[in-house]
């Protein structure tokens, strides 16, 4: 085995790649069933016992996943909005990617992944509005670029601003500026050497995970369509409150 993947595996231990396996598997199959979630549901519950996992290789795994859906429902993108949203993407990852940079301590970041991630549960549960526009692409588009070059979770912005629109005309042009954006933040991240070597490593490890996903995606289209609002935010909320009390310990 090459030392650059040996290094890379040394830090974590057989039962938590496993438990990273099923927590790809849950994220990819609410990804392919609602067509947003995959960062928002495998971000913050890797990060509790998996932090080298997060935020590249999930930001990796989110651009395969993404890509996927877009290539399959390119027929309905209007990419003049992924133009305005995409943009939005690019200003928040190069703000997040700075404030990325000062985030040397671990229990600093506990803290503030936290409470990001409860601000996008709050964001969800308050139902906000707003009028449908290429302005509000920008801005939602610019905080998602935001939280995802941080945290891995983009989607919550994006899922408000497109709330009032129809699944046919949401889940395309959502999936382009996903995997679109996801390109976005990486070669920000690169650029200001974020990414290391064993990113690529354990993102090439979880692809197993996500690929039992996308076999299970079927079987789980009643439960997930069924449950999806309380399943995402429940494990969100408490995602939430538990890094936060880690961070401040």
């Not at 650059?4 to 790649?17: E, N, P, T, V």
């Not at 703000?95 to 970041?109: C, N, S």
Request: charged fraction near 10%; glycine fraction near 10%.
């Amino acid at each position: 085995m090459p030392q650059f993947i040996a290094d890379a595996l040394d830090g974590l231990a057989l039962w938590q790649y496993a438990l990273a396996y099923a927590v790809i598997a849950f994220a990819t199959i609410v990804q392919y069933r609602a067509g947003v979630g995959f960062g928002l549901m495998a971000a913050p519950l890797l990060a509790l016992f998996a932090p080298a996992l997060v935020p590249v290789p999930i930001i990796m795994l989110t651009l395969l996943t993404a890509g996927a859906a877009m290539l399959s429902m390119h027929g309905g993108i209007d990419w003049r909005e992924v133009s305005w949203s995409v943009s939005g993407r690019l200003l928040g990852s190069i703000a997040g990617a700075a404030i990325l940079v000062r985030l040397t301590d671990e229990k600093q970041f506990m803290v503030v992944f936290g409470a990001l991630i409860a601000l996008a549960v709050a964001m969800s549960l308050a139902g906000l509005r707003f009028r449908f526009s290429n302005r509000l692409l920008l801005v939602m588009g610019s905080i998602s670029g935001l939280t995802a070059t941080i945290t891995s979770v983009g989607g919550p912005p994006m899922a408000i601003a497109y709330q009032d629109q129809t699944a046919e005309h949401a889940r395309p042009n959502m999936s382009a500026f996903f995997a679109i954006g996801c390109v976005v933040i990486l070669a920000v991240l690169q650029v200001n050497g974020l990414i290391r070597l064993a990113d690529v490593v354990h993102a090439v490890m979880l692809v197993p995970g996500l690929a039992l996903g996308v076999v299970l995606a079927p079987f789980f289209k009643g439960l997930i369509d069924r449950n999806f609002r309380r399943i995402l935010l429940g494990i969100s909320g408490a995602s939430a409150v538990l890094l936060i009390a880690r961070g401040l310990a």
